[in-house]
């Protein structure tokens, strides 16, 4: 159930954009995040360096399940099999809602804001020294060049989507499936595929600098996500 959070590279929702279904709906009563692991037994770490970081074991899977029950009683929608103008092909169920507090709860009382924060890979940066202990003012300005700006929270805007047998999103850039572009070195680059895990959290950019990737066809079972994006000031 990756937080959707999972985005890099996000900002806060446009005034012109259309508002979520449920935007005046109240909050739900979203059970508490336990039991949870501490940050210290939890890694972010990194698929595709500047592009996918996974955390495994993000939720355990006793959570996950509780969770899964109580989203499977919201009052999800189908979405419709005709897409809009240049928006990929996506049907699966879903629901959507502002709640700030929800998302500083995913933020603030989970791992998250601790490893996307301070305990980053450092193993990205070519000039790192393990033996070398980096100060605060270093870290943040590392944390800044990975993130695209300083980490402030996860946007508001909460989504729920449950995949079943059959149900898919097509390529887009908008998941499990992320296909790399292709360069002179490597003409024909093969796909990258994340298998679903229980309790997986995965970050991955959106924006410019967004790779295409698809939600694969669901064959057996369910695959719930929780998504928000990760909001940082430039």
């Known amino acids: 159930m990756p937080p959707k959070s999972k985005s890099k590279k996000a900002a806060t929702t446009p005034q012109t954009q259309k508002q979520p279904p449920n935007a005046n709906?109240?909050?739900?009563?979203?059970?508490?995040?336990r039991p949870l692991?501490?940050?210290?037994?939890?890694?972010?770490?990194?698929?595709?360096?500047?592009?996918?970081?996974?955390?495994?074991?993000?939720?355990?899977?006793?959570?996950?399940k509780n969770y899964?029950?109580?989203?499977?009683?919201?009052?999800?929608?189908?979405?419709?099999g005709k897409p809009k103008k240049d928006e990929a092909v996506r049907v699966n169920?879903?629901?959507?809602?502002?709640?700030a507090r929800f998302a500083e709860m995913l933020w603030g009382e989970t791992a998250l804001r601790e490893l996307v924060v301070e305990r980053f890979?450092?193993?990205?940066?070519d000039d790192y020294d393990e033996e070398e202990?980096?100060?605060?003012?270093e870290r943040a300005q590392k944390a800044h060049h990975l993130w695209g700006g300083t980490p402030l929270?996860?946007?508001?805007?909460?989504?729920?989507?449950?995949?079943?047998?059959?149900?898919f999103f097509a390529q887009h850039c908008g998941s499990t499936t992320f296909y790399p572009d292709a360069t002179r070195a490597n003409p024909h680059p093969e796909p990258i595929s994340v298998a679903p895990e229980t309790g997986l959290a995965l970050l991955h950019r959106h924006g410019d600098?967004?790779?295409?990737?698809?939600?694969?066809?669901?064959?057996?079972?369910?695959?719930?996500?929780?998504?928000?994006d990760l909001v940082v000031a430039r």
């Open 209 to 228: 600098k967004c790779m295409l990737h698809e939600g694969g066809e669901v064959v057996s079972g369910e695959k719930w996500v929780l998504r928000s």
């Open 93 to 99: 169920d879903r629901f959507q809602i502002e709640d």
């Open 25 to 33: 709906a109240a909050p739900p009563n979203w059970p508490p995040l």
């Open 121 to 125: 890979d450092e193993d990205d940066y």
């Open 68 to 80: 899964v029950s109580f989203l499977a009683s919201l009052p999800l929608t189908t979405t419709p």
């Open 153 to 167: 929270g996860l946007n508001s805007n909460i989504r729920v989507y449950r995949y079943s047998p059959g149900q």
């Open 37 to 64: 692991l501490p940050p210290t037994d939890l890694t972010l770490t990194p698929l595709v360096t500047d592009q996918i970081y996974l955390i495994r074991n993000f939720l355990p899977g006793t959570l996950c």
């Open 133 to 137: 202990e980096k100060s605060p003012l």
